[in-house]
């Protein structure tokens, strides 16, 4: 249950990011920016009165600046990760670790649907062909074809939640192998053979 003294600290936070958004956000950006805070704000193993306003706030933007492919200078709504550590007057290195600390607690996947605009979903969805190939909905490398563009530390994070996408979708696929090849009935075994057998 969320108390009166969270839910002033929420607001406090939430006006804070509100001083990014506006100048950086479109309305859609924005409401995943309150989703993400809500989570925030829910999470057991986060204490948002532990350090300051502006620290969690600009963390909750770098989390979805991150989760939406915005460090892309391709992006119509592209941003710089500096741009978050100027306005907000906090160190990278606090940021990316109260970001971290965020992703960590919350279990957050790259294409979560509270946190992440659709095209970002849709980038993430596999289909698997009945020879088990697994096919992205779009390809990822036309997705990812600017990825040098990104910056150096955000290209990696962000093909390494690629790669645990499409890990998963692969064990998927083998658990659902391994429970037809259970469930498929045993051909019975001859008299004879168990004669043989003895």
């Known amino acids: 249950m969320i108390t009166m003294r969270q839910k002033t600290r929420a607001e406090e936070i939430q006006d804070s990011m509100l001083t990014f958004a506006d100048k950086y956000f479109d309305s859609e950006l924005k409401t995943l920016a309150y989703n993400l805070l809500r989570q925030v704000q829910k999470n057991r193993k986060l204490n948002i009165f532990k350090g300051a306003v502006q620290i969690w ?17 391709e992006d119509d709504r592209h941003i710089h990760p500096h741009w978050i550590n100027r306005h907000f007057g906090v160190d990278a290195q606090t940021l990316i670790r109260r970001a971290e600390m965020i992703e960590h607690a919350g279990r957050f996947e790259f294409g979560n649907p509270t946190i992440s605009a659709p095209h970002i979903r849709s980038m993430l969805q596999f289909f698997t062909t009945s020879s088990g190939f697994i096919i992205p909905k779009l390809s990822i490398d036309t997705c990812l074809h600017n990825i040098g563009r ?24 083998r658990q659902r192998w391994l429970q037809k090849a259970k469930n498929k009935p045993r051909s019975k075994v001859k008299q004879l053979d168990l004669f043989q057998q003895r």
């Open 57 to 73: 706030a600009a963390a909750i933007i770098y989390v979805l600046a991150r989760f939406n492919g915005l460090f892309n200078n």
């Open 150 to 173: 990104i910056d150096a530390m955000e290209a990696e994070w962000l093909k390494h939640k690629v790669e645990q996408k499409i890990q998963a979708e692969k064990e998927k696929q």
